[in-house]
T-cell receptor, first 114, second 114 residues
């Protein structure tokens, strides 16, 4: 069964600290993996997109890693800011056509406190 | 200002009523999608459309209907047959619905049944 699991479910950190969010998946055959940031009451916004051959991709203070062998990804946030408070969603795309080739994690709710 | 818009932001419905959620995009994207987001769950696909005048059911289409008369517009009707419609609804679009189909999301509509 194609699934995407994220951990932790929620996380609270102090402003300026780093944190790492995890995403494990069983989606097969794998095409690509995306991390989205979703502010409360808003739509998700793409942070990074990674294909099978990519191990690391950065977007400012956000760095995503992918280990296609173990089917794991992480999103590392450096020097967190209050504006990083949001839900972070991992989305894995399978290698078959159609809109139902996307599998969504339930997200990690990050709260950054001053 | 390019993007994808949804209206209204908040919508209240009495039981037994049909309501229509609007989704418009000016990104010239061929594919459009509707998702439902509930607390603690990943996004679930309701309907999607790859081209004008064509659409397919997603994983949870029962109680919903859509139309795609124009490339820019993909309205979703929540009918009285949907037993638990209270949720956050997200519309998305992508250039096409192929394997590398990065989706861009609208701001969402929160529907509450009174």
């Amino acid at each position: 069964k194609n699934q995407v699991e994220q951990s932790p479910q929620s996380l609270i950190i102090l402003e300026g600290k780093n944190c790492t969010l995890q995403c494990n998946y069983t989606v097969s055959p794998f095409s690509n993996l995306r991390w989205y940031k979703q502010d409360t009451g808003r739509g998700p916004v793409s942070l990074t997109i990674m294909t099978f051959s990519e191990n690391t991709k950065s977007n400012g203070r956000y760095t995503a890693t992918l280990d296609a062998d173990t089917k794991q990804s992480s999103l590392h946030i450096t020097a967190s800011q209050l504006s990083d408070s949001a839900s972070y969603i991992c989305v894995v795309s399978a290698q078959f056509s159609g809109a139902n080739n996307l599998f969504f994690g339930t997200g990690t709710r990050l709260t950054v406190i001053p | 200002d390019g993007g994808i818009t949804q209206s209204p932001k908040y919508l209240f419905r009495k039981e037994g009523q049909n309501v229509t959620l609007s989704c418009e995009q000016n990104l010239n994207h061929d594919a459009m999608y509707w998702y439902r987001q509930d607390p603690g769950q990943g996004l679930r696909l309701i309907y999607y459309s790859q081209i004008v005048n064509d659409f397919q059911k997603g994983d949870i289409a029962e109680g919903y209907s859509v139309s795609r008369e124009k490339k820019e517009s993909f309205p979703l009707t929540v009918t009285s047959a949907q037993k638990n419609p209270t949720a956050f609804y997200l519309c998305a679009s992508s250039i096409y619905s192929g394997l590398y189909n990065e989706q861009f999301f609208g701001p969402g509509t929160r529907l509450t049944v009174l």
